[in-house]
């Protein structure tokens, strides 16, 4: 088998890579089979005509071809990562090399090798994505456990007192981000988050609650914060509310309303049966993360210590609060 007839067989099995030839001044003298199915030209096609026919429009008008076998002929060698056009008009990213063909020293054109790289350039952008969101939320977790326990140290009694409020929030934080972690993806279902907040299927308590309302999904962002906030509001209802009584009862509807012109979910904590409530005369922390609300998204949130019953009422911007950032 001749040096020629290898050199064919190379060209014709290398179908993974486009392998260009072209002369001195960047025209195409031969192209692979390789070539042909990256870039959907035919060898018939591009013979004769400028090879930066598979350059994007920006880097043709940046003169990226021309600095291309500029810096092949200077330095042996050049290489280019960057998107690059089929015949339909369609882009890829594409990883070549650029050296020069030469014969006794003397140049003579150019071998351009170029490989399809678009799958690696969307798994290193899909991690650069997932490591910055991750960073993002891990910033805001923390700043949220850092509240938690600076404000749970500076109103408890005690130094017990203080340990059992941080590890009962810090709890309730932990089982919403298990919601986030195995299983429900980047939203939650609002009664699934309600019914883990507030314990529904332990201790009993499924005969104290009702719960109504459409199948809405809540964001990352605002579950978090939501959780703490029904986390707050049973576990006021168990010390001083309705369930600190066995006939008492709490009712939780959500649904979609108007927060100023724009839609809305909405939610309705409504406790009766307990004993008379009386407004507490300093405020806690479990009531400032109350009134705080949920994050993510503009909100409000009334609060009216009725005499039959406490009752809640939060509205929050429903573009974020079902918002995946």
């Not at 030839?21 to 199915?37: F, H, K, Y």
Request: charged share 20%.
């Amino acid at each position: 088998m001749t040096n020629k007839r290898i050199a064919e067989l190379v060209l014709e099995s290398a179908i993974d890579y486009a392998i260009i030839t072209a002369d001195l001044s960047g025209n195409v003298t031969s192209w692979s089979v390789g070539a042909q199915e990256l870039f959907g030209w035919s060898e018939a096609e591009v013979l004769g005509l400028a090879a930066d026919i598979i350059f994007t429009s920006d880097d043709r008008a940046q003169d990226v071809p021309r600095k291309e076998m500029a810096n092949a002929l200077k330095n042996g060698r050049a290489t280019d990562e960057r998107w690059h056009l089929r015949k339909d008009g369609s882009k890829f990213w594409a990883s070549g090399l650029m050296l020069p063909l030469q014969d006794g020293g003397t140049a003579e054109g150019f071998l351009k090798i170029v490989r399809d790289r678009t799958q690696q350039k969307r798994a290193d952008e899909l991690q650069s994505m997932l490591s910055q969101e991750l960073s993002h939320r891990l910033k805001n977790q923390l700043a949220m456990v850092q509240g938690i326990v600076n404000q749970s140290l500076r109103r408890a009694d005690n130094i017990e007192a203080a340990g059992v409020s941080i590890s009962q929030r810090l709890g309730v934080l932990g089982r919403a981000h298990d919601l986030l972690l195995t299983g429900y993806g980047e939203r939650i279902a609002v009664q699934t988050l309600i019914e883990r907040s507030v314990n529904l299927h332990q201790d009993g308590r499924g005969s104290q609650f009702s719960l109504e309302g459409p199948a809405l999904e809540v964001g990352p962002q605002s579950a978090l914060s939501l959780a703490m906030l029904l986390h707050e509001l049973t576990t006021n209802a168990f010390k001083y509310g309705a369930l600190s009584t066995a006939g008492g009862q709490v009712s939780v509807k959500w649904g979609i309303a108007d927060l100023d012109g724009e839609p809305a979910f909405r939610l309705d904590w409504l406790e009766k049966n307990g004993p008379p409530v009386v407004e507490p005369t300093a405020e806690g922390l479990g009531t400032r993360l109350i009134r705080s609300g949920v994050a993510g998204a503009p909100n409000h949130v009334d609060l009216v210590y009725a005499p039959d019953g406490l009752r809640c009422t939060v509205l929050a911007q429903l573009k974020g609060f079902q918002a995946d950032l």
